[in-house]
């Protein structure tokens, strides 16, 4: 049963978070209309938590990302990283943040064919014009099981290794949050198990904090906390929840639109 709250996030008597969403809403042009896709959004994310996102298709949860992210601009409200409201700074500030604060995966792995693994992993530190330290770089890798195929080029790597070089591209400058969008979307069941075995552990040993949307409730189920959205608005929230505890919530979802 998923426990409704109109603002499942905000956590009162707890230090800052490095990313805090207050009040955001979103509309596009639909026609004649606006369709709104996120109504006055909340949402603080805990660190050392791994936090999901679900909901059905349409419901936002991209465009939650994208606010996020600062690749799309909220009508209004404020999204703080480390400290910074994001939806007042320009292109160039919005990379750079991009770059140093923020780890993205997305369901396509993004690798550019033509370099190494290792080269990928490095390449957020390269545009940042940043020292490469190769040592890092190893770390990182063997943290997330590719150690031994840093010389290897994306088309030598099954889906989950390059999946794991993603993930340690997501990490390499040490970022506030990784945001996954369907991360296990396009893996077997047993890459896909392996993944979530890392988020968890991204979570658990480095301390970082991860954001992921799926729509997958086994995947869902590997995270701390789990929210559901509908229509552009929180519908409630799980904590260490079973895939099928996360599934009846989905379908109760779905019942109640
Ligand atoms: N660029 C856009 N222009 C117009 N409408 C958009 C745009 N992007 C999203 N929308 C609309 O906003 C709503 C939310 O879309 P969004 O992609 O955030 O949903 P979602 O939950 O991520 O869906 P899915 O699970 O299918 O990826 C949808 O009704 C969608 O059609």
Redesign the pocket.
């Known amino acids: 049963m998923v426990r409704k709250r109109n603002r499942p996030t905000v956590d009162e008597g707890r230090p800052a978070a490095p990313v805090t969403i207050r009040g955001v809403s979103k509309s596009?042009?639909?026609g004649a209309s606006r369709?709104q896709?996120?109504v006055e959004i909340d949402l603080v994310l805990e660190p050392r938590t791994f936090t999901a996102i679900m909901?059905?298709?349409?419901?936002?949860?991209?465009?939650?990302?994208?606010c996020l992210l600062g690749l799309?601009k909220p009508d209004s409200g404020a999204i703080f990283v480390g400290g910074t409201d994001i939806t007042g700074l320009d292109e160039t500030s919005l990379a750079k943040l991009r770059r140093s604060r923020l780890g993205v995966v997305f369901q396509s792995y993004n690798l550019i064919p033509a370099l190494t693994a290792a080269d990928n992993i490095s390449l957020p530190l390269r545009l940042a014009g940043e020292k490469i330290d190769p040592a890092t770089v190893q770390r990182l890798a063997d943290a997330v099981g590719v150690g031994g195929f840093l010389d290897h080029r994306p088309a030598q790597l099954s889906g989950g290794q390059q999946q794991r070089v993603a993930f340690a591209r997501a990490l390499i400058a040490d970022p506030d949050l990784v945001v996954a969008d369907e991360p296990t979307g396009a893996l077997d069941s047993a890459t896909a198990e392996a993944v979530l075995g890392l988020l968890r552990s991204i979570v658990r040993d480095l301390g970082q904090q991860v954001l992921m949307?799926t729509?997958d409730p086994v995947a869902a189920s590997a995270a701390d906390r789990v929210l559901f959205?509908a229509d552009?608005r929180w519908q409630g929230e799980l904590r260490g929840a079973s895939a099928t505890q996360i599934a009846a919530a989905v379908a109760e979802l779905g019942r109640h639109r």
């Open positions: 596009y042009r639909s369709l896709a996120l909901g059905p298709s349409g419901s936002g949860k991209t465009t939650l990302l994208h799309d949307v729509h959205m552009g």
